[in-house]
């Protein structure tokens, strides 16, 4: 089994960039998910799915990898593009966009 170490993006509810520094180590998952059929749950019999480490860094989530013998690939993160942009750009004169409002 292959345990992915990746930085994890921002959602799309999220202004900041809380929970975005620590990287992740997740294990991929070995079978499909299954629908039960009396209640129709989704269920696996993959318990390793369960598990996510945080690190710190990404040295230290490849270190524990390597200390317990487990198979890893690193995800590296996209750089993101800075955003210019400022609220009074809304009313500037000479605007390209239509009024929505």
Do not use: C
Request: charged letters at 30%; glycine letters at 4%.
């Amino acid at each position: 089994m292959v345990a992915r170490i990746y930085r994890p993006a921002k959602s799309a509810m999220q202004s900041g960039l809380a929970r975005t520094k620590d990287w992740v180590l997740e294990h991929e998952p070995e079978a499909a998910r299954e629908v039960e059929p009396l209640m129709g749950w989704t269920s696996s019999r993959d318990t390793k799915s369960q598990i996510r480490l945080e690190f710190d860094t990404q040295e230290e989530a490849v270190a524990y990898a390597e200390r317990n013998g487990l198979a890893f690939r690193i995800i590296e993160p996209k750089p993101r593009a800075p955003v210019r942009k400022s609220y009074a750009d809304n009313f500037r004169f000479g605007r390209i966009g239509k009024w929505t409002h």
